[in-house]
């Protein structure tokens, strides 16, 4: 490919909307061009690098015996009834795009296929026989993200592979879920990307696990906990670890005591002079189900804790049938204004105690009239503990669960995990905290799904059972841009060659000086021809805006026919270490030919 013949623009400023390195250097160096919200077109470097990610993503499925296939992005919103998502999706998360065609009927732009597998797997598997079997696709998915930004980290549309998996049982399902973690692992390093495997948060739908795929960098919107002996990674949505122990309280007699402006946790240890394990603090949410009902939800839990809001979200949903609902659509610590929505009298605010009336809620047809009490399991042990009187000013102190206070009936474990933490694995080690780019999520299904659609096959008796589904997804477009975020410098974007658009950069410093481009061209031809994808920079710029081109698109070699081919030599210059050297024209193509190997074959080991 000649430069002078692509549509090949830099910019010299960073663009408004760009906040983090790799999105501002992307579209600098003319690899994409933001076209709407979350919407970006891929300009030819850019495709060429997705191409490669695609490439190695389909080498390391069909290794597994994963077969491609390609699916609809339209689809009908029969099959979303089927499985109960479509008002969740286009309603209450609003994550999918839908449309009305011409036949009046509803659609839906695919945000994800397990809808639209599912279908054709009950449509077509009938028997054992046909199991375990594997399809996927890597296709532009759709989503309506809430807030979409970062170039293509999260965008409204984006390339992703996503497969599905069909078992006899859970045994096999496990298998090809190894399978798919040691797959992710090798695409990962073939793409030459620092990452982490990490426990993740399987969400409302249960199932025997997750994991996700992070790629390190502080431009991450996820949080990892972590122990150096490599035995423990997890989000932090779904981390655990060992509070610390609770100190012993000296609050001995129960009484109740003014404690004026102690609205905080802190304020409050302040003038008691204790120690915030000592104390019981009760945390207002309000939770809206799918069905419209408001329930209220009261936290006890042990002061120096945070409630993890994913935990709580999931420990809700396993909740809703109480509520005759299926999902929730909301939840939230509710604010002055929703508070005066629902509340019979002022809450004593910062003063609650784990028995707070349900008279505080009005009786009104949308809000459950009972609080939902749950307790963390931190809050269970602590004996004369300090707490709320509700009553604003007022703390009891030396409270005890069934003396002073009913301790909820349901016990729940939702703390927040944090940096320092002990380790449950072993409390000699402590969770450190990093940044990760969520590039890829492996997920045991269950049958949740088959179950919904009827999707079942007959077994080797010859009976009727629901399919055992797993799925398994990688961004390629997230990958290509984390990618860049990992490996950059203040000249531009530093490409692994694995995923790089072009191998080589041939750089003619002076378009005028014949020799010069005649030299270029019968290197661009002949490295080429030897497979190592090179790109001719022959445009007529002056070399300086050349050299910068070449250092912000980030390609792995640059060629330069300058003064030295007096000498029958050219000059070489690698993008990484900024090393440059001569070697003699008659020898480039072997050369580089070697170097490009050696650093594709460490990354196959
Ligand atoms: P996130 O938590 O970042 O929104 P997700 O859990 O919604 O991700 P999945 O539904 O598991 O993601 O999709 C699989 C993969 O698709 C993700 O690991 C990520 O690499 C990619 N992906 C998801 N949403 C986006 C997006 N808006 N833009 C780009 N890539 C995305
Ligand atoms: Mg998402």
Redesign the pocket.
Known sequence: MRLSQMLFVTLRDDPADAEIPSHKLLVRAGYIRRIGS?IYAYLPLMWRVLQKISQIVREEMNATGAMECLLPQLQPAELWKESGRWDTYTKAEGIMFSLVDRREQNLALG??HEEVITTIARDTIRSYRQLPVHLYQIQT?F?D?IR?RFG?????E???K?GYSFHTDEESLKKTYQDMYSAYSNMLRRCALQFRAVEADSGAIGGAGST??MVLAEAG??QVLYTDDGNYAANVEKAVSLPDDAETSNFITYEKRETPNTETIEKLCKILDCSPTQVVKNVLYQAVYDNGANVLILVSIRGDQDVNEVKLYNELTKLASTYKANTIIALEVPSPEAQEKWTAKALPLGYIAPDIGDDYIKPSKQIHPKFLRLVDKTAVDLKNFVTGANESGYHVLGANWGEHFKLPEIVVDIRTARIGDRACHNPEQTLKSARG?????I?QLGSKYSQAMGATYTTEQGKDKPLEMGCY???V???AQAAVEQSYDKDGIIWPVAIAPYHAIVTIPNIKDAQQVEVAEKLYTELNQAGIETVLDDRSERAGAKFKDADLIGIPYRIVTGRAIAEGKVEVVERKSSESYEIAIDEVVSILKQKIKDQLSVLME
């Open positions: 979350g945000p994800t998915k989503r993200e979409p293509l980290m999260r965008s409204r984006f390339i992703m996503d996700e795929f919107e996820d780019i969520e590039v890829g999520h997920f997804g990688v961004g477009s997230r990958i």
